[in-house]
Structures are given as C-alpha cells and as structure tokens.
C-alpha cells in the first residue's frame, strides 16, 4: 500500500521515499502517533503542520518543522504486508483509507530471481505450478480454504543460492534443501488444521518434485 499526494505536484520537486516493511506488525496509530492526522493527502505539507510530544526538543529557530512537524507533499510512503498475516485484521480503517492499496502477486516478483542465471526460468516455472496447485486463478480451482493469497513468492525460491555451488552442479540438492528447509514448513502452516491437510501436503510435494524437461529437480 502507499501514501498518495496530488498528481499536480511539480515534477521538478525532487521525491523521497520511506518504505516501511511488514507495516501490519507494529500498532499503527499508536506508532505514527500525532502524525496520524498527518499522513492523510489532504493535510500533506505546511497545512496540516501539527505540535508533536518532542516539539520542545527543536530549539534551532532555522529548524524548518521549529513551529510544528509535517510531512512534505513530496514523501511518499509505502508499506509492504503479506496479506494472509493476521495481523492485518487488526488495521483500523482510518488507517486504510490514508492508503492506495496495490496487490503484488507472486509472478510479478521474479526479478529477485535474476542472480539464479540459467536456472531463473526454470526456477519460475517451478514456482508457477506449486502456485497454480495451491489455487489456480484461471480455473478457480485448488486446495479448499485457500486462495492465490496463499502463493509462494519468489522471495522464497531466491534461497536456493544458499545451497547452490559456483556452477549449479548440486541442483538437485539444493531443490531439496529449499523444500525441507524453508517450503516445506510454511505449507505445513498453511493446511494445519484443514481436512485432508496430508494428502494435500503430499500432493504439493509431489509437483513441486515433478520431473519434466525444464525443471528436472526428482530425487
């Protein structure tokens, strides 16, 4: 999601950007505090100036926020969150509404991929039918209680270099490392409690190891 300004802002003002990660772990309101008001697009800059709990600490008359704090149209800010987490449930809607919401799904989030080289393409489609097993958005079809929410994203797949050597010899090992070591569990999580939670898990596991002429990862 992202904090949004008017789109007549003048491109020649140069832009800044803070990125908070996983925004849904902390308690917004009460981290952003008197700023809370001060996020909203419609109070960006000198108008929604407000007196914050450490205004006394600026002495420095030159200080530019030394009559109160604001956030300058030309930062923007942007929050990543995975969206199944639990803890999204608990941000309230005045925090929502200060946000523009953008989705990122899992095939759009390949580049991280790009230090695999030659495996990159394989490692994708690899990628796509563990995906497309959990839950297929073009049939509509896959493990019931779960949704394309629930894809694996490539951020997952780039810890196979923690296995690799220099010349991808040892492939076959690190595909298993990967699954034991990091796929494994969070599909686990994902299906515990759930009906047929070990056919499932086996059903997973089994095209994940799936032989064919791009991904040839069996063993």
């Known amino acids: 999601m992202s904090g949004y300004q008017d789109e007549s802002l003048?491109?020649?003002i140069k832009k800044f950007v803070f990125i908070?990660?996983?925004?849904?772990?902390?308690e917004i309101s009460k981290i952003f505090g008197e700023l809370f008001f001060s996020i909203d697009p419609g109070y960006r800059g000198v108008k929604g100036m407000v007196k914050t709990q450490y205004q006394n600490m600026i002495t420095n008359e030159s200080d530019p926020f030394y009559e109160g704090f604001y956030i300058p149209e030309n930062v923007y800010i942007i929050g990543t969150?995975?969206?199944?987490?639990?803890s999204v449930e608990s941000m309230d809607f005045a925090m929502r509404r200060r946000f523009a919401w953008q989705e990122v799904k899992a095939e759009e989030n390949t580049g991280m991929l790009d230090d695999l080289k030659e495996m990159k393409d394989e490692v994708i489609e690899i990628m796509k039918r563990l995906n497309n097993t959990i839950w297929n958005e073009t049939t509509n079809t896959g493990i019931e209680g779960l949704n394309a929410a629930y894809h694996i994203g490539g951020s997952y797949f780039s810890k196979l270099q923690l296995y690799l050597n220099e010349d991808h010899t040892n492939?076959?090992?690190a595909y298993r490392h990967l699954w034991e070591n990091h796929l494994k569990g969070v599909l686990s999580e994902y299906l515990r409690g759930m009906p047929e939670a070990m056919e499932n898990m086996k059903k997973l596991e089994d095209i994940y190891f799936k032989e064919d002429v791009n991904a040839d990862i069996e063993g």
């Open 81 to 86: 969150m995975n969206d199944i987490d639990r």
């Open 20 to 26: 908070i990660d996983e925004i849904n772990r902390g």
């Open 171 to 173: 492939k076959k090992s």
């Open 10 to 12: 003048d491109n020649n």
